[in-house]
């Protein structure tokens, strides 16, 4: 039987004793755990080096609300550009974009007729309508704001 190498490690917060939940060795030697306050729920995330001899779980300086909006942003947009690439290979400019979403958004056209009309796929044009696709252009007021 291995012998647990976890140390005792307590609530940053509080100072209750934390427990792990999780726990990844993703990277050799390494281990990293997930652990919970029981007592406020505060959770952080330790790293043990396996390949150092005695080395404990040290804490992982979680990260801040701040941080985690700014790389969650910067995740959609990247999202938002790798979906309009695709977008791109089917040929709506902008322009077009904007209309399809002006005569979806208003109940001018079905979504198989506007397909039909931008020599497009369904789903282009239901992308476009929820939004998965060119969130970033706005459906105009009307067709003559193009
Ligand atoms: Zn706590």
Redesign the pocket.
């Known amino acids: 039987m291995t012998k647990s190498t976890a140390s005792k490690i307590y609530?940053?917060?509080?100072?209750?004793q934390?427990h792990t939940y999780c726990c990844s060795s993703r990277r050799p030697n390494t281990k990293i755990r997930y652990r919970k306050?029981?007592?406020?729920?505060?959770r952080i995330r330790t790293i043990q080096r396996l390949d150092v001899v005695g080395a404990v779980e040290e804490i992982q300086p979680s990260r801040t609300e701040e941080e985690i909006n700014q790389s969650r942003s910067e995740l959609c947009s990247k999202y938002q550009r790798g979906r309009r690439d695709a977008m791109n290979q089917i040929k709506l400019t902008e322009r077009d974009v904007a209309e399809i979403k002006f005569l979806i958004h208003n109940d001018i056209q079905t979504q198989a007729y506007t397909a039909m009309q931008y020599g497009v796929e369904k789903t282009a044009i239901h992308r476009i309508a929820t939004g998965a696709c060119f969130a970033d252009v706005p459906t105009p007021r009307s067709l003559a704001d193009l």
């Open positions: 609530c940053p917060k509080c100072g209750y934390t306050c029981r007592k406020c729920d505060t």
